[in-house]
């Protein structure tokens, strides 16, 4: 069962957070089925991060995570998606939150990764210099294997990017 709801995503205000340099901290998150995520060990041994850091850009976003969950050469691949929440007041959270419990499949809540706090580790993971996050185009996606990032792109969804992503060589 794919996931296609507008509604939450719609909802999901993804802001900036006014943080302070490069963070050095492990990114972490919480699924929405309430699963914490201390490193980037936590995720599958070969990963695929769709992140937005600006509601703009939750469009690109939400196309990335279809045209993932679509693609045959991802099978086997754990996909997540990454809110960032950090910065949004309390009950702009909760409502987030709270929508796409309601809009994702119960089976498909530890997919999506809801950040409150640490969005500067999210960036550096994601390659962003925090820079023109509130761009249309400004979706990260981010290959990981055995916690270890093997590619990132920034831009819209496309079959030559995520042929560039699944291509690119691990070795460091």
């Known amino acids: 069962m794919r996931w296609r709801s507008v509604t939450a995503l719609g909802l999901c205000l993804v802001l900036n957070a006014a943080g302070a340099g490069a963070s050095g ?24 991060l769709v992140v937005s850091f600006h509601r703009v850009a939750n469009g690109g976003a939400r196309e990335w995570r279809r045209v993932l969950d679509d693609d045959p050469r991802v ?9 960032v929440l950090e910065g949004a007041p309390g009950f702009v959270r909760r409502m987030v939150v709270r929508a796409l419990r309601g ?24 390659g962003s210099d925090g820079e023109e996050e509130n761009q249309t185009e400004a979706v990260f996606v981010v290959r990981l294997e055995d916690g270890e990032v093997c590619a990132r792109y920034r831009g819209l969804a496309s079959g030559a990017a995520l042929t560039d992503l699944l291509s690119a060589s691990c070795e460091g």
């Open 25 to 48: 901290e492990m990114p972490r998150a919480v699924t929405l089925a309430g699963n914490e995520v201390e490193a980037m060990d936590d995720l599958g041994a070969r990963s695929l």
């Open 75 to 83: 099978d086997g691949w754990s996909v997540y998606t990454v809110v």
């Open 103 to 126: 809009d994702v499949p119960a089976a498909r809540q530890d997919s999506f990764l809801v950040v409150e706090e640490g969005a500067d580790a999210w960036r550096e993971l994601a």
